[in-house]
Every structure is written in C-alpha cells, then in structure tokens.
C-alpha cells in the first residue's frame, strides 16, 4: 500500500527564521519567536491529498497551519499511519514533554479536546543554525 492512500496522523517539523507577528484567521494576530515548531494534524482521507498540499508553494489559505507557512517552511515530516484518529493524543502527549511548549491557543485544534496543535521545540535557533 503506498503511503499516499494511507490514513493517520502526521507530524509537520517547521522552521521559522525569525521573530513574527502571525495573524491566524479568527484567532487573532500573535507573536511567535524563531525556532521549530511540530504541527499535529490529521490525514483521515490519506496523506496523498493532504501531505503534497503543504509542501506546494502554490496553496490556499484553508486551514490554520497554511497562514505560518506562509512565513516557514517545512523542513520534515513524520507519517503515522492509523486507521483511528490519533492526532489527539499525540498533541497531548506532546503537550507533556519537557522541552516542547504550547504554542498559539486554538490553533489546528478547532475539532479537539486540546489547547493547541502547535508546539515549539524550546531550543535556540543558534544550535540548529541560521540559513546562509
């Protein structure tokens, strides 16, 4: 079975370079610091037609996650094929790990029980390096 048809859970990895302002739809405008960033969401219709959207430079604005990859960009992604929907409990287990921070509240996370989808790695941009 190829990845594409598989349903599941997916891990967005995302480097933002510099300090924003992120203006989030109906969520409002928000600060967020460089860094990298892990994006929960959910491919219950298969990777295929969710995946190669992000990567695309050529996307609408739909979801939550497209307004911050219009300032960052991808830089892995991680597939976890499931026939359940498990991103709920990825994002709270995520939630709970030392060294990951909540990011924007509500963000990715309309249809859940979580506060946020979105998490920061609490590491300085410096030990990762800066583009150039």
């Given at each position: 079975m190829s990845?594409?048809?598989?349903s599941?859970?997916y891990?967005?990895f995302?480097?933002?370079d510099?300090?924003?302002?992120l203006?989030?739809g109906?969520l409002?405008?928000?600060?967020l610091?460089?860094?990298v960033?892990?994006?929960v ?6 990777f295929?037609?969710r995946i ?6 050529h ?6 996650i497209?307004y911050?990859?219009?300032k960052?960009?991808i ?5 976890i ?14 939630a ?21 989808h979105l998490f920061?790695?609490k ?5 990762i390096?800066t583009?150039g």
């Amino acid at each position: 079975m190829s990845w594409r048809s598989q349903s599941g859970a997916y891990l967005l990895f995302i480097r933002l370079d510099r300090q924003i302002e992120l203006q989030v739809g109906k969520l409002g405008k928000f600060h967020l610091e460089p860094g990298v960033y892990i994006y929960v969401g959910s491919a219950m219709g298969g990777f295929g037609r969710r995946i190669p959207r992000y990567l695309s430079a050529h996307r609408k604005v739909k979801w939550h996650i497209d307004y911050l990859l219009e300032k960052a960009h991808i830089i892995g992604v991680l597939l976890i094929p499931s026939e359940e929907r498990i991103e709920e409990e990825i994002a709270f287990r995520l939630a709970r790990t030392d060294g990951i921070l909540e990011s924007i509240r509500g963000f990715g996370a309309s249809d859940s029980r979580n506060r946020t989808h979105l998490f920061r790695v609490k590491i300085l941009i410096d030990k990762i390096g800066t583009p150039g």
